[in-house]
């Protein structure tokens, strides 16, 4: 016994030992394989490679561990990521030495080379799916081989061409991939040069763009999807998107290189492909023979074409092609194995076969009594057939073909189609009973019937016979030829209800035209799906001046004018919203046959009639309209200058006292300076009091120019706190002593989009319309604050403003108020509760305008002798204003030759004195014409001109354009107190380097000079 275990314990150890030796024997023989894909895992290229390479090396079973990396360069450019690539390789296999490379695609081979001589030196590499592979892409390396990655775009056209002959334009679609690249350059050198066949190449697109265009081709269309992985901008468009996309949206044939394109669930029609599986199954064959001692010379590129023609069988069956109409070495995928259901007929018609064959059997061996018995059945249903057949409404007949077609043979139901007795109507003919004895008519029918004769056809007629009670129907007939032609034998049925139904119909049709011509607007009836256009209204023909077969082969986005915004694309848009949304209303502006634009209100609704849906245009000639929109604009921009000139004249007796506040002070700092010259602290105390006082009255006059300021609506970012503020500024000269002007800017959010003069005027105006309500003084008060409104709360307000931020700039006074009786005219232009003499009724109208034109709204709440108070909303900006800094920097000095032009002396003499104080040499000019002259002396030691706007003999403007045309590069900065800005703008794009409002400071000439000589802003 113990000798038994001892035996079996040493065959334990002895299985054990060899197993250990046999693993270790496995382990020595394991080959390591490096994988390198040029793409990430879950593309579908590189899915299909992997694929190949398994099915040669089952990645559990074959004696190999493969290492694999997905460089994921269709997302990431290779360029950017290199250096990242190498660095992790450094860190993750650089003690590691591998048996073979196998490398997918070209970006994968370019890194490769990179990293042979650091990871795989000496190491035998094996390349697939290398797209335009030429032997320079191997770099002598003599340890590399492969498969060449060749499509076949002239089998995928020969494909295309005898599937659908008919179709000749062809719309290539491609990106910027390097696949792409080079598959675009081989299509263009190879086919497009040589080929009869019209090509549209899509490349670069964005992926919306595509999708509109393909919604749009027609039957005379077809796609092939060269490559289709990256957009216009660069970014990874998702494959499976794009698939399904051409799937949905284009009703052509689309072809495809690649067998990537052919998924499960979209697809698309077929191509001479090109098999990533293919490519890695090749691979890893040639892998194989070299891990089994093959040397690498033994192994050459493999070049030859390995497509095959590849057609998705749903796809044929969408198109109604047969599959005879592809050649027999054509793979169809996706073709559906019959189930058993398919099989039913076959299944059926065998049993009834097989039960018909064993009741014959029975019968042939039961007795004569169960035979009579089956044949009396058998009598029975013959009998039960013949009454059917004799009762059928119609008229089952067989006639002679001999003249007239004499009957043979007629049903019972010939008395229900004419009122005799089939006895009676057989003794005729098949012409016999035709409606009113027409003999054209009889000889029409006569000729159809011989003609199907002749043809061996059969033939369907319908005409009117003559009933027994002298009525007359509609029948329609269909009849074969029988017998080699000598009998005819058919059905004739009473069709009288359905031919007055299509009359009725027929009727309705012309009902409905003459509603729709009656219509003043022009109406166009388009097909839901494609927008062709169905039928047109007369409004609709006199509107565009087409005819009913042109309309018909137009689509109505056609006629637009294609000034943006009125374009193809934005109608298509108006259209396609439509489809979802039911209706749509809109202005455009449309060009009719003679090329004449006009205005048009369009609504678009969609309808469903019984089972089928329509899009209706009513198109409504707005052109007169606009002209008058156009008209009233003008009269509105005319109405508020004219107020803002009086609100000006208004001002004029405040600002006038102010200035002549300021000149005195000035006068009256000089005569002293003059009195004693050699005080210094005095005379510096003087001139810093003139300084002031200048200034004071240069900030007022510029407020006043913005003010007055008359052109098109400005449209920029506007502080509204920095608005109101110099509109106080203002006021305050211009008001009574005994009104205390208050403000209480509360709003933490002031940052409007809109015209800043104009929202000066705005507040201006009805600052003075309170001063105007206190002529015994009293409280005006300007407070800001920030206000959210929604939906509901716009809508009770009554002016067109939507949800959102909005700043309330409230304007209140303790003055005599508003009548109830009038405050609802107020906003009306030239209403006024002033006496006569004292308002022109234009202030609160031109606030009224100001604040629609900026999407606001503007309120008053008042009562008799309790004050008023107006609140304005205006929508907040996004956009912060930009808030200037009152305080001057530094004046910068500098060198350089500066040629001064200047009219006035004692300007002209300042300003010299203050440019060559800073460091600058001055060359003097009185008028525009002396400027142009010592330019053109002195043009190669001057290093900039500065030019006043208004001179004698040439102006600034005409003295810079002089001097451009001399040197284009020359750097000229104009000055005036007062300039257009249209004429500063002018200026500024022809090159003007700077402009300096009259009457400047010291540190602002030094500032301009500075930043344009050494081309940087100054600190």
Known sequence: MVFRYKRHLMLIWFFLLGFCLFNSAMAAETKKVFILHSYHPSYVWTEGVQKGIQSVFPLTSSGVAFTIEYLDTKRYPLSQMTPLFISYFEQKY?????????????NALTLFHQLRERFFKGVPAVFCGINNYSPALLKEDPLLTGIAENTNIHGTLELMRSLFPERDNIIVIVDSTATGEAE??????????????????????????????????????????????????GEYIDF??????????????????????????????????????????????????????????????ITENSSIPVIDYRQLRRFGLPESSASEKTTFLFRKKKQLGDYAFQIIQTSIIIVVLFIIC??????????????????????????????????????RVEPGFPFEFVSNGAEHITGYSADKVSKTSLLANIAYNDPMRCSIIESEIRRAISEKKPFELEYKIGRKDGSVISVWNHGVAVNDGKYIEGLILDVSERVAANAAKRESEGWFQRILNSHNDGIVIHDCETLNILDVNDSAFSMFGYNRKEFKSMQLYEMVSGNPPH???????????????????????????????FWCEILIKKVKISENSYILSFIHDITERKKSQVQLKEKEEQLRHAQKMDA?????????????????GILGAAELMQLEPGNRELVAEYTRLIIDTTTHASDLTEKLLAFSRKGKVLSSPINCHKIIEDTIEILKRSIDRRIVLQKNLSATSFSIAGDPGQIQNLILNLGINARDAMPGGGHLTIATSNITLNKEECSKIGFSITSGDYISIAVSDTGVGIDDSVIDKIFEPFFTTKNIGTGTGLGLAAAYGIVTEHKGAITVSSSKRAGSVFTILLPLSETAAQVCDDNGPDSPSGKGTILLADDESFVRNTAVHILEDLGYSVIVAENGKEALELYKEYSQDVDLVLLDMIMPELNGEECFNLIRQINPAMPVILSSGFAHESDVSRMMDSGLSGFLLKPYRRFEIAQIVYKVLNDKDCV
């Not at 650089?94 to 070209?106: A, G, K, Q, R």
């Not at 009998?383 to 089952?396: D, E, Q």
């Open 567 to 597: 374009t193809e694309e934005s109608i298509i848009y108006r259209y396609e919203k439509a489809k979802k949304e039911g209706m749509q209303r809109f202005e455009s502006e449309l060009m009719n046959k003679n090329e004449v634009l």
């Open 648 to 664: 000006i004249g208004q001002l004029a007796g405040g600002i006038a006292h102010d200035f002549n506040n300021m000149l005195g």
């Open 362 to 399: 029975i019968l042939f061996f039961i007795n004569l009594k169960s035979r009579r018995q089956a044949e009396q059945s058998l009598v029975e249903v013959q009998n039960s057939l013949t009454a059917l057949f004799f009762n059928i409404p119609g008229m089952v007949y067989r006639s």
């Open 94 to 106: 650089s003690d590691i030495e591998y048996d073979l490379v196998i490398i997918s695609d070209n």
């Open 240 to 301: 499976n998107d794009f698939l399904k996309m051409l799937n949905e949206e284009t009703l052509v044939p689309v072809f495809a290189l690649w067998d990537f394109y052919f998924q499960a669930q979209y697809s698309v029609f077929g191509g001479d492909v090109v098999s990533s599986l293919e490519q890695g199954r090749l691979a890893a064959q040639l892998s194989k023979k070299l891990l089994s001692g093959v040397r690498i010379a033994e192994l050459p590129v």
């Open 184 to 233: 675009l350059l081989r299509f263009e050198n190879e086919i497009v040069k040589n080929s009869d066949l019209k090509f549209s190449i899509w490349k670069d697109m964005s992926y919306d763009e595509i999708r509109n265009r393909v919604i749009l081709l027609d039957d005379n269309s077809m796609v092939l999807s060269i490559i289709y992985m990256q957009g216009e901008e």
